[in-house]
């Protein structure tokens, strides 16, 4: 076949592959939201065979013949274009599946979609003999990957390239090292404040059925379109792009206390926003997805801490939250955005604040790397994980279910995926920053808009600035055309220290 016609059938077979895996995520969404208990055995079953499924079409021979065909034209082609990065990621993608052995694909399927359940069943009663078993395959496999993959650094490094194309532990140190150092004396400042938030407005009690109402509300407001989506109550919140036009939302809700349900919501829409932007014409190529994780999880902070946690926001939004609960009828705007933004050191990642939560990340980082390096057996997780508590947040966790078996990560195979969440931040703050340069007015113009409930002009300069790219640029690329900065940590912390200063009365 000539360039063209090669290109064009990689194209068709890249979409009849997406919509085999726009199966498998609704298939995950259910096993999340709606399925049964007796149902997780064949469940798995099912992920495993359209994980085989997946994994031959990714590694037919056929590919790799068509992929060199249709590099001949691509020093013809503007290095910019669609197909120019279609090829780039088509390339890239399958170098990593032919070097995964498809026993190895599948095990890791099914030890993940066994993983997670396993997880459900035994979280609540921090029954970690019962999970145990189901980590030790998920961390084995994941090993085996690694060193079929191949890493010029470490292990860790073919697992977090998965998410975070380019990055590596040793690219993200001196990143992480210099956010730490920064935000430990932050902390201590915001503690020993003479003001400090009304903690209890958020635990009085908040009716599940407003809750709800409230929620839809609020995403609805900031962009989210219903008639594209939908949004349902789960374990662990999360966003999934089933295809184009069907981008779903959780959250879990908590009647006595406010936070975990709304910014849970807000976090989730935020993800779901970067889903419905992504333009459908370019479904099942490289166009036509997300560019990375950090990327993605930059949209859902911004939508959650910059906007949601606002003073802007509540101008807007807590007379709409008064209507729907009594207990908020005696609370001042002030009091309220205090504390919603209150800051403390606690055992919940995804409950954690702005100033804290990249303390959480760098724990389970640190953790992570020691698992893959070999350093850390996984029986020994809980006792690890409560010494770095200790250390990095001053907590010791009561049991296991606020402990090391918070977090659905690990049981689902996802190892190398937290640092991107603290990328996410990074790229976050940098993304406020220039958006409210590139609209005018900077922060406070940002804030009156939020008031008038106006959400739409910070939407549509993150639609034409990520959205619409997906993966055409590599993530460090496209933050340097939306941001004309390098990743760094100094925006984040000018955004922390100028928003706490002035909260907390510093």
């Known amino acids: 076949m000539p360039p063209r016609e090669s290109y064009d059938w990689l194209r068709a077979h890249a979409v009849e592959t997406a919509h085999i895996g726009s199966a498998l995520a609704l298939l995950h969404w259910d096993q999340s939201t709606k399925m049964p208990p007796a149902g997780h055995t064949h469940r798995a079953a099912q992920v495993a065979s359209l994980a085989g499924l997946l994994h031959e079409r990714r590694t037919d021979p056929r590919v790799g013949e068509a992929l060199a065909k249709a590099q001949a034209e691509l020093l013809r082609d503007d290095p910019d274009s669609e197909w120019v990065a279609n090829v780039r990621e088509w390339e890239r993608a399958y170098m990593r599946a032919v070097k995964i052995p498809a026993g190895l694909a599948v095990a890791l399927a099914r030890a993940a979609a066994e993983g997670e359940t396993a997880w459900k069943r035994a979280r609540p009663d921090g029954d970690w003999p019962a999970f145990l078993p189901y980590l030790e395959e998920i961390v084995r496999l994941r090993r085996e990957e690694a060193e079929a993959v191949g890493y010029a650094g470490e292990p860790y490094d073919a697992l977090l390239d998965e998410y975070e194309p380019g990055e590596t532990a040793a690219t993200l140190e001196p990143v992480l090292t210099g956010l730490r150092r920064e935000l430990v004396p932050l902390l201590e400042r915001i503690q020993g404040a003479p003001r400090q938030p009304d903690r209890s407005i958020l635990t009085r009690e908040y009716p599940l059925g407003c809750q709800r109402a409230l929620c839809r509300e609020a995403v609805a407001a900031i962009g989210f379109d219903f008639e594209a989506g939908r949004i349902d109550p789960t374990a662990h919140p999360f966003s999934t792009r089933i295809g184009p036009g069907d981008v779903r939302i959780t959250t879990r809700y908590n009647e006595r206390f406010f936070n975990e349900g709304f910014f849970g919501a807000i976090h989730e829409a935020g993800h779901a926003l970067y889903s419905q932007g992504i333009p459908g014409a370019h479904f099942g190529t490289p166009c036509g997805v997300s560019v990375s994780l950090g990327v993605h999880e930059s949209q859902s902070r911004l939508w959650e801490n910059m906007v949601a946690r606002s003073r802007g926001f509540w101008r807007h939004f807590l007379p709409r939250a008064v209507d729907r609960f009594e207990c908020l009828r005696d609370v001042e705007l002030d009091a309220f955005v205090l504390a919603v933004n209150d800051v403390r050191p606690s ?138 900065a390098e990743l760094g940590h100094e925006a984040f912390m000018g955004y922390l220290t100028a928003k706490y200063e002035a909260l907390y009365g510093l």
Do not use: C, K
């Not at 010494?387 to 918070?406: I, K, W």
């Not at 640092?419 to 976050?428: F, K, M, S």
């Open 347 to 484: 055992l919940i990642r995804v409950e954690a604040d702005e100033v804290t939560y990249n303390l959480h990340v760098l724990m389970r980082f640190e953790l992570e790397l020691a698992l893959l390096r070999g350093q850390l057996d996984p029986r020994d997780l809980p006792e690890a994980w409560n010494e770095a508590s200790r250390a990095l947040l001053g907590l010791t966790p009561p049991d296991l279910a606020d402990g090391v078996m918070q977090d659905v990560h690990w049981s689902a195979g996802l190892l190398g995926y937290f640092p991107t969440y603290t990328l996410g931040n990074l790229y976050a703050a940098q993304l406020f920053e220039a958006a409210g340069r590139d609209l005018g007015g900077g922060p406070g113009a940002m804030e009156e808009r939020f008031a008038a409930g106006d959400f739409a002009p910070l939407l549509g300069w993150l639609r034409a600035n990520v959205h619409v790219h997906g993966s055409r640029y590599v993530p460090r690329e496209l933050m340097r055309r939306a941001t004309g």
